[in-house]
């Protein structure tokens, strides 16, 4: 099983089918995480 995270906070956006453990990384679409992306000196 692969497994699709956010790149900025780690949650998972979606899985999909593979022979073995596979790890991507993408954008969700959270708001809070939106946010986050847009003012990056907030970041802690
Ligand atoms: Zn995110």
Same mark, same amino acid.
């Not at 089918?17 to 809070?32: A, G, I, L, N, R």
């Given at each position: 099983?692969? *497994?699709?995270?956010? @790149?900025?906070?780690? $949650?998972?956006?979606? %899985?999909?089918?593979?022979? @073995? *453990? %596979? %790890? &991507? &990384?993408?954008?969700? !679409? $959270?708001?809070?995480c939106?946010? %986050? ?5 907030? !970041? !802690?």
């Amino acid at each position: 099983m692969g *497994v699709i995270l956010c @790149k900025h906070c780690a $949650e998972i956006i979606g %899985t999909f089918d593979s022979e @073995k *453990v %596979t %790890t &991507y &990384y993408s954008d969700c !679409q $959270e708001p809070d995480c939106l946010e %986050t992306r847009k003012n990056p000196n907030n !970041q !802690q």
